[in-house]
């Protein structure tokens, strides 16, 4: 999905409607600096303003994923060509999550070992040592809460019984018995309790 192209064809189109981004913001609830985002190809509008952003400009959903117009003669193909980059941009916003869960644990981890030290060890007041000690737990346990959405909202858990790939609840997610990224947890499709390993796409 080319930004880019898409944001040309989208000021093209505005344009086409003889409207300022102002007047195209104005009817879309939003500020005209938004669309200047989206012509820019800074940003994609957000699925919950496209409908009415395609009804305005006059083009179809499927024109503003190929940033052109589309005819019948290659409908199938372009369909299947945003469909595909669709997929290919939740992967990689899945993998980045993931890598992000990493990148936020160590530095979380040290923190908390080194205050936790600290408060052991220092020649320090008790005061100091339990503010300490609250510090690095609540850092700790903010980043475990984090760690635990990521781990249950990016990509997907795959059942080793049954194959079936599912988004759990978080709450299985935390009750679960875990080894690196897989779970122990009842799948919803076969209804087995097994080791469900964490996989980024369907």
Request: with cysteine.
């Amino acid at each position: 999905m080319d930004q880019i192209m898409i944001g040309k064809f989208i000021a093209a189109c505005r344009k086409e409607k003889k409207m300022t981004q102002a007047q195209l913001a104005e009817k879309l609830g939003i500020s005209d600096r938004a669309v200047s985002k989206w012509e820019t190809g800074k940003c994609m509008p957000d699925a919950s303003l496209m409908p009415e952003l395609c009804e305005q400009l006059g083009i179809s959903i499927n024109d503003l994923f190929n940033g052109r117009r589309v005819t019948m003669e290659n409908y199938k193909e372009a369909a299947e060509a945003a469909m595909l980059q669709l997929k290919e941009n939740e992967e990689k916003k899945n993998r980045m999550m993931l890598d992000l869960e990493i990148g936020m644990g160590i530095p979380s981890v040290i923190t908390f070992v080194v205050l936790l030290g600290v408060a052991a060890y220092a020649d320090i007041p008790n005061v100091l040592k339990a503010v300490l000690l609250i510090v690095g737990a609540v850092q700790f346990f903010f980043y475990l809460y984090h760690a635990l959405k990521i781990e249950t909202e990016a990509g997907y858990y795959k059942c080793q019984n049954c194959g079936n790939t599912y988004v759990p609840e978080f709450k299985d997610v935390v009750m679960a018995m875990h080894s690196g990224r897989s779970r122990k947890m009842k799948c919803p499709a076969c209804g087995e309790k097994c080791w469900h390993k964490k996989v980024i796409y369907k």
